[in-house]
Nanobody, 119 residues
């Protein structure tokens, strides 16, 4: 079984920084893509950033220039460095992974970590 374990959320003042981490644990899997989504009450979950196993990255427009996604393939871990945070970045952030295991493509979600940006 493969699991995603997130860490790094919390409370920060506007203009501050946070770093989220997400590690995939288990056996016999190969990650295709990992990323971060966020969700606020009453709204759909939206992509923040993602990175493929080939290093291709994709950001939502509001994250460009402020957030950086990176990945440690050896540790099956993805990081999201968030700088210049704004109150509108406040949300539950969820790690997502698309991976191959036993010749099947699986999609996994982490449990979510809350990011609160105070004005």
């Amino acid at each position: 079984q493969v699991q995603l374990v997130e860490s790094g959320g919390g409370l920060v003042e506007a203009g501050g920084s946070l770093r989220l981490s997400c590690a995939a644990s288990g056996s016999s899997f190969s990650i295709i893509v990992m990323g971060w989504y966020r969700q606020t009450p009453g709204k759909q979950r939206e992509l923040v950033a993602r990175i493929t196993n080939r290093g291709t990255v994709d950001y939502t427009d509001s994250a460009k220039g402020r957030f950086t996604i990176s990945r440690d393939n050896a540790k099956n871990t993805v990081y999201l460095q968030m700088n210049s945070l704004k109150p509108e970045d406040t949300a539950d952030y969820y790690c997502h992974a698309g991976l191959m295991r036993d010749r099947r493509y699986l999609e996994l979600w982490g449990q979510g970590t809350l990011v609160t940006v105070s004005s």
